[in-house]
Structures are given as structure tokens and as C-alpha cells.
């Protein structure tokens, strides 16, 4: 087995990789989480790696949204795109050449060999296994070619993939410090490509590459790619590489079991975004998902995560995404949000909702400020805030079907209401407050339930909603009023 860079290297190393071929998936950011972690606990390197060679799918913005989505995470880099480092590029697309390099060296070595199938015959090679009963892999067609076949094959125009020669027998030795020591039998790996015909590396060796050049100590990514590890760990070996240590965290999956996908709802970081999670209670609730802090806690600061943070607390068994436990977790640090900051986070809610045209300054923020604190309990999502603040922005409401049996059997409250408004200040102080209901009760002998359903129906059209005294203390006597007027037309006509 080849030796271990992480036995030999007290600077830990390690690095996030991502495709940019759609949005930062859930999945993948979880992974970068908990290696940032690990650099952070033990004051390491957090290395970026943008892994584009996919050149049909890989996209400009979706790499830009990666950066964005990681910063908003609070995930920065030591290493990597915008800001470089030593072992830079840190795009593969950059690479290539160090790809071709390795992949010669090993052909010269003999761990690699020039492979001219076809399509078509690799495609025959399969159905012809398969029909046997036995696994698809390439069985070594040009595994022993002549100076005189390969040149034959050339001259015919066939360009050669290269391919990585495994022992053909005897078991190997994987060590993965999840699942601990994984034997595979060498001979069902198959001779697997390591460069392609068009001269760019498979996934396999280039990742290998860069990992070893980049002085990578620990590999922790998902499950998926335990699958991946026998075969660069022979890369590792006959490069001559030391060994990182192999991180497998496992899977996250939907509420039925099945891999997270979107018809389980948003999968990806900016759709939490765009529903109004905020970035801490993300963090905290993608550190839960296969990892234990050790004792029973379940909300935690990033500076507790960072301090709790262990390899040996990972499970082995698969993660279940609950959105349920999520919305809690966001609504807990929703409440504990700094007012202006909250308020500043639902400004673009309310503008699209057509509630405000612009941003407020002065008093007209002083009353917004009031208003997100007033609904700040409610919320689970930032994005609620155009359901929860309706009530202090809408005159005009029709009234709720559930709400109607309730103001109907009030309707006297609510006539009594309007007169006691008219009559009333321009702007309700928590005093003026308590003296109107007290004049409502007494004038209409309701109390309780029968008294206050109806006048928040009145006012807002809805059974739920902020409590009471918020709405008469951020309405004026005219908004008051109006909605009043609104809710008589509609129960008396």
C-alpha cells in the first residue's frame, strides 16, 4: 500500500471540488462545509478546485454562483479562483497538460497502454458480457498491442484513449476512515481509460493529479465516490504518490429514502436562498446531516461547529433531509435575528409583492422596522413576510372564507369598532389600546374570543396573523377606518 501524506504532513490540506454545470447542490455543500470545518478546527488550508473539463455543460455563471453561494455559506478559501495560491491553476480546464504528462508516464512505465477500440466495438464487447452473465468491463483488447498493430490503427486514423492497467489478480486494500478497510478484488476493476481520445483526462486521473500536486492530505467527499477510490488509489501508487486519508461521508437522502432530488423541493443552495433561509441556520442544519457534535445539541454557531468538529463523529448510514427540523432551526435564528438586519432581509420580499415601491428612510423605516418586528415571531421562511405582513400594507382585503362565520356572528363588534374609530385618536398608543377594547366590551357586552376574532377580521380579513395591538398601533385612524368600511360592505351587502 502506498505510503499516507497525512501520516507525514501535520498541515492539514483540503480541498472542495465542484462541477460548474448547474447550482451548488445541497449535497455538494455539505461537503464543502465539513471540509472547511476540518481546515478551520485544525488550522489548515480550505482549497477551491473548480472542476470543469465537462466542456458541454459547464457554465461561467453557474461557477460564479458557486463563489456566491459559498461566500453567502461564509465558506471562504485559502486557496483557489479570485484569490490563486501556490499550486494554482485551479481550474482543470487549465490543467490539461499535466494530465498528458501523467498519463505518458505511465504508459512509458507500463501501468497504462494505447487503447484504439471503437464505440462500436467497446459497445459489442458489452452486449457479448452481458449475454454471458457477467459484468461489462473492457477485456483488454489492446492490452498487448504490437509497435506494428498500433501503428496500423493509426494510419487507419484512429486516435487512442489510454488506458490504466490493473494487476490482474489479487485483492487491494482501501482505507477509508468512515467505512474502514474496503477489500476489492483487483480483477473486476477492469482496464479503466485515464485519458480519452481527444486528449482529456477522466475524472479519475485528474483528480488524482491534482490532488497529489496540491499536496492534499485528507479526500472528504460522499459515498458516491467510494466507488472512485479503488482506482486512484493505484494511480496513486504508480505515480508514486503518497496516499491522503479517504473521507467517505454518506448520502443525504429525500423523506422516502430515495437520493435527494427535486421532486423532494429545492435541492440547491440558491432555491434556500430565494425561500428566505438564512445562511447560519443552513450551515447549522447541513453540519447535523451525518455528523454529531457529540452531545445533544442541535443549534449551534459556526464557532461551536468549528469547535465540536471531529472526522470520528461522521455516521455510516445515510443522512435524511427534514425540511420540517430545518424550517425550525431557521425560524429559531429568524427570531433571533438583529431587527435591522431582518428588515433589510425582507425589503426584497415586500418589493415584489408590490408592498413598497422603494427603500424606505426615517420615519417610514422606523414603521417598517415596527412591522417586521410585529410579524418576526411568525416567520419559519424570510420569505413569509409578504403573508405575514399583509395585514399593515392591504385596505382592499377580501375576506377570508374561514372568517367570515366568525365576523358575521361579531358584526356588532365590528359596527361598534368603526364608531369607536371615528371617534378615536389619529394614532392608537398602547394605552388608547387597552381603552378602546375596554369600550368595545362594554358596549357590546363580548369578551374573550367573541370580542377580538372579530376585530382582527375587521382589520385584516384573516383569523391569523400579528397580534391585535400591533395592528392598531401601526395603523393610522384613515387605514383603520377603510378597513372597517371594507369589511361592513362586504358582510352587510
Partial sequence: MPRCCFMQNKNIRVRFAPSPTGYLHIGNARTALFNWLCARKYRGQFILRIEDTDRERSRPEYEQAIFEDLHWLGLNWDEGPQIGGEFGPYRQSERNQLYVEAAEKLVQSGHAYYCYCTNEELERQRKDLLAQGKPPRYVGTCSQLSEKERLAYEQEGRKPSI??????????????????????????????????????????????????????????????????????????????????????????????????????????????????????????????????????????????????????????GAAVFDLPKLSWINAHYIREEDINILTELCLPYLKSAGYIKETPHGESWCWLHNVIEAVQPNLTQVDQVVQYARPFFCDDFILDPEAAPAAKDGLKVIQELYIKITEGPERYSEQSFQEIIKSLQQATGMKGKKLYMPIRIALSGSLKGPELQHLLLLLNREHCLRRVQNSLRQLEG
Avoid at 168 to 197: A, K, P, W, Y
Avoid at 214 to 229: A, C, K
Avoid at 296 to 316: G, T, W
Fill in 163 to 316: 488506458r490504466f492497467r490493473p494487476a490482474d489478480t489479487g485483492i487491494m486494500q482501501v482505507n477509508d476512515l468512515v467505512h474502514g478497510i474496503i477489500n476489492i478484488e483487483q480483477e473486476l476493476l477492469g482496464d479503466f481509460i485515464i485519458l480519452r481520445s481527444n486528449k482529456t483526462a477522466a475524472y479519475n486521473l485528474a483528480v488524482v493529479i491534482d490532488d497529489a500536486l496540491m499536496q492534499v492530505t485528507h479526500v472528504i467527499r460522499g459515498e458516491d465516490h467510494l466507488s472512485n477510490t479503488p482506482r486512484q488509489q493505484m494511480l496513486y501508487e504508480a505515480l508514486g504518490y503518497c496516499l491522503p486519508a479517504f473521507v467517505h461521508m454518506p448520502m443525504i437522502l429525500g423523506s422516502d429514502r430515495t437520493m435527494l432530488s427535486k421532486r423532494h423541493g429545492a435541492t440547491s443552495v440558491r432555491q434556500f436562498r430565494q425561500q428566505g433561509f438564512l445562511a447560519k441556520a443552513l450551515v447549522n442544519y447541513l453540519a447535523l446531516l451525518g455528523w454529531s457534535p457529540g452531545e445533544e445539541r442541535e443549534l449551534l454557531s459556526m464557532e461551536e461547529l468549528i469547535e465540536a468538529f471531529n472526522l470520528s463523529h461522521l455516521a455510516k
